[in-house]
């Protein structure tokens, strides 16, 4: 799937300080009927997000104004449980483009690098700070280098390094995606298959 | 030589190449698809004008999004069967095999692989679906996969796969009286968290593992992901072989002598490291239940639910957050708290020996009378087998009523969802809030423990009534 390049970003962020995130809650299962990749951000983190008449619920952190940006910041574990890409979907179509945390789930984590959403894994207490800045100040400010793998509070200069696989790193910065190159292995795969 | 799991064995047998600095480029033997997770990965094939490279090594059914009552009528939901003849017309123009709604051989895609013989040791096999840990019972190398790697495995056969890190799980010494691989699952995950096995893959190994029949050995392997791991697996031997022997697509004649002498040489070398071990005593384990909204929130159905006095920051308000989905309090016990609905199927649970424990311990009694039992067979093929032993008379008298193959009530995407508010003990896999229906609060266990609670409407320990 087509994704934009990532270079550089730099956004305030959405907090969502709650451990084991599961994909039924970013997406719940009677939202993925759809046969098209369209529309999901409607439906990310639906029930936490609207009552039963359809009424935002004020205090989640998507329906507060103080909240906004692009880097959505979520407790440990994030991402858990059912292998749905439309987890993935749902986050970048809203808008965010980088998820920050102390632990993804595998399958989330390759889900998102396949579609150019960038999982930032940082330290706990790193984690923590984030979440305190947020509160001190919800406007205030982060950069996601990619290309320095670093994730910086602005209004403190503090940063923290991240990991990211250099095969990964070169998909996203030029926005590519794992079955061009598949597609294009297609002699080696029939070698090996005999 | 290099001493070698038994996961590296199949791992190392399946690279086709291993990218400078990145991951590996891993062939897959088998693929199975179904309605939900592939509409879209079809759609990115058309886009790209690709053809299915291997149409041959893939197998389509729709089990998510059907209803499991009047299947013989249009599906009511207009989105469902939308999806679900997408699915059809994608096998069609791609010349997969597909096993439609009502055919003999349709099912939830993790049973019936196993079923049909598709599912081997030393395979390959990935899915857009998490459970597709469960074939790991068989010795493989099986885990669920994004839209997008489903996309490539219909275009290359392969994807592309970091190497995980490698556990093993060693639980040793006899299952206590109505103790299953249910619970075992449900108390590994309970004592290394959700998290636990994220980024490793597991071998379970032990007596308690090597004495289980090869649908407690699903059970198990398919609840490997609620711990975080990618899959899980079980090293083939005599029970293993002796399933797979006479299925549809299991080796014939000649071929059948070759296979069985490779997969008794696939097992962990003596010497062979693990990047992390664990020891369980099949004593310590008792029937399990979850009284939380995630799985690892489970404990001996005798057992209170924790104080959480030791919890700080985002661990207690998560704790919290959950009890207060559940309306549940730190202290309470278990056994004793009303239940509303009784769940018995899925990919977890949904198979022939689950529904003969449920019908043996049923058997004789009366469904509570406010208790509302849903029985799902896992496949048409456990269906009929349940018509054949009589099990849906049992049921009938009990009080219940059988219903048709599919997910069901384990994810709600179809009509089976449990009412805002109201209690179910499920023999599925995820106690996730709203995982069974908006509001829904779940209990996972045993089909054992669901029976018990299927004839008192309470929970209940069913050591007590056997």
Redo the contacts between chains.
Sequence with gaps: ?AYDKFKTLTSRAVPL????V?T??II???F??????KGFGDNLFR?WRYN?ANQPIEDFPLNDDRYEGKILVG???FG???????A?WAIYDYGFRVVVSS?F???FK??AL??GLLPVIVSPAFL?KIFQAIENDPSTQFEVDLENQKFTLLATGESEEFEI????KHCLQNGL???D???G??E??EA??K | MEAKTLFDKIWDAHV??K?????S?L?IDRHFIHE??S??AF??LKN?G?KV?RPDQTTATPD??VPTIDQELSIK?E??R??VE?LKRNCDEHGITYHGLGSEGHGVVHIIGPEMGLTQPGMTIVC???HTSTHGAFGAIAF??????V??VL????????K?KKMRITVDGELGKGVTSKDIALYIISQIA??GG??HFIEYAGSAITSLSMEARMTLCNLS?ES?A?GGMIAPDETTINYIKGRQFAPKGADWGKAVEYWQSLKSDADAQFDTEYHFDAADIEPMITYGT?PGMGIGVTHHIPLGEDLQ???K??FL?SLKYMDYHPGEAMKGKKVDYVFLGSCTNGRIEDFRAFAQFVKGRKKAADVNVWLVPGSKAVEKQIVAEGLDKIFEEAGMALRQPGCSAC???NDDKIP?GKYAVSTSN?N????QG??ARTMLASPLTAAAVAVTGVITDPRELM
């Design positions: 799937m300080p709650v451990e084991n599961d039924d809650q719940p299962a009677r993925l009927k759809a046969v098209e990749r029930d039963k407790g440990k574990n858990s449980g059912s292998s749905r890409e439309h993935i632990f789930a595998d399958i390759g889900n396949n579609n923590e696989n250099p095969y990964k995606d794992d079955i190159f598949l597609v292995m297609k080696e795969i090996f298959e | 086709v190449k990218v400078e600095a990145g991951p480029v062939y939900v997770t509409p879209v759609l990115g790209r690709l490279f998510h999004n939901d989105l469902s939308h999806q997408m857009g679906d998490s669920g996969i994004g839209t997008s790697e996309e490539m275009a290359s056969q392969c994807i592309m796969q970091p995980p959700t998290s994220t980024g992901i975080g990618r995630n920051g985002t661990d308000s998560t957050k994810l709600a995407m805002e995820r996730f809030e709203g995982r908006p509001g």
